[in-house]
């Protein structure tokens, strides 16, 4: 059974820091283009970071980039998100998605249909 399971989230002070954890079960993420994503309530989902399963090239959404760093740990087959600086804007679930294929990586953040594997979600709350 194909699995991704997110976790690391919780309520932060903004300018706080948190890493999110996506772990994968019964797959190897390192075979999967990985990425996160964000969801506000009545909104879509927002891609926030991916990862290349090739070359470890990455990709971020403008309102994160520069505050957050996705990473893979292939020994412990899970992904990471670092998020620093956190903002009151970055409130939200944020969600672990897997592919195995992209028709192009530089489309990852928007291509969420070519995502079959998703995780359950975890809370995110910038609050002070």
């Known amino acids: 059974q194909l699995q991704v399971v997110e976790s690391g989230g919780g309520l932060v002070q903004p300018g706080g820091s948190l890493r999110l954890s996506c772990a994968a079960s019964g797959f190897s993420l390192d075979d999967y283009v990985v990425a996160w994503f964000r969801r506000a309530p009545g909104k879509e989902r927002e891609g926030i970071s991916c990862i290349s399963d090739t070359d470890g090239s990455t990709d971020y959404a403008g309102s994160v980039k520069g505050r957050f760093t996705v990473s893979r740990d292939n020994a412990k087959n899970t992904v990471y998100l670092q998020m620093n600086g956190l903002k009151p804007e970055d409130t939200g679930v944020y969600y672990c998605?897997?592919?195995?294929?992209?028709?192009?990586?530089?489309?990852?953040?928007?291509?969420?249909?070519?995502?079959?594997?998703w995780g359950q979600g975890t809370q995110v709350t910038v609050s002070s």
């Open positions: 998605a897997a592919a195995e294929r992209l028709l192009l990586f530089n489309l990852c953040l928007v291509s969420i249909y070519e995502y079959h594997y």
